[in-house]
């Protein structure tokens, strides 16, 4: 069935350090992926998204790699910061047309800690 | 305010009562969904109304839960008969238009007692 899953469910890192966040997609029809990030208490906070005919697309501090061939996503955060640290969740949308159009479906997000 | 807001912040409930939770949506944006968020978990889907076309219902988990939307802004979930597997974060999101970046609320916890 459909789902989008983590490899890491935690990620430590030292501050000033670059981040890695990986995600793992089954559906070949997704075509749409979102990085949510989540402070304790809070909903979930847009970060970036990337559409299935892009491989790569950077923000501020942060940058999505899309690798359709291994289905497999990407969040990098460079210089990471304390105020960093939350939950991360990358979430896939079904390509237009599909009944599931607009309905997102979340993996179960990977918990980063910054150190000072 | 510029966000999507939702109320109550927290609602505690015995079980069995029904529990009301209203999510108000960013000015303009079409699009409304709603999810459901238990403890340590993703988010699971539970229903998203686009403009006056019928509401998609299927991640609703059981008859007990509806959601109408008045006016194409305003929704309210409305949970009946609560159980204790009820009790999670229930989170709104909005978007200007169906399958665009949805924006979420602060949620609503809901714990039954």
């Known amino acids: 069935g459909e789902s989008v899953g983590l490899h890491l469910p935690t990620l430590s890192v030292q501050e000033g350090d670059n981040s890695i966040i990986n995600c793992a997609y089954s559906n070949s029809a997704s075509d749409y992926f979102i990085w949510y990030k989540q402070e304790s208490g809070k909903g979930p906070q847009f970060i970036i998204d990337?559409?299935?005919?892009?491989d790569k697309r950077q923000g501020q501090r942060v940058t999505v790699l899309l690798n359709k061939t291994v289905k497999h996503l990407s969040l990098q955060i460079a210089a990471t910061q304390p105020g960093d640290s939350a939950v991360y969740f990358c979430a896939e949308n079904m390509g237009a047309g599909g009944t599931s159009y607009g309905k997102l479906t979340f993996g179960q997000g990977t918990i980063l800690t910054v150190h000072p | 305010g510029a966000g999507v807001s939702q109320s109550p912040s927290n609602k505690v409930t015995e079980k069995g009562k029904d529990v009301e939770l209203r999510c108000d949506p960013i000015?303009?944006?079409?699009?409304l969904y709603w999810y459901r968020q238990s403890l340590g978990q993703g988010l699971e889907f539970l229903i998203y109304f686009q403009g006056n076309s019928a509401p998609d219902k299927s991640g609703l988990p059981s008859d007990r839960f509806s959601a109408e939307r008045t006016g194409g802004s305003v929704s309210t979930l409305t949970i009946q008969r609560t159980q204790q597997e009820d009790s999670a974060v229930y989170l709104c999101?909005?978007?200007?238009?169906?399958?665009?970046?949805?924006?979420f609320g602060p949620g609503t916890r809901l714990t039954v007692l």
């Open positions: 990337i559409r299935s005919n892009m």
């Open positions: 000015s303009g944006h079409t699009a």
């Open positions: 999101a909005s978007t200007l238009a169906w399958g665009d970046t949805q924006y």
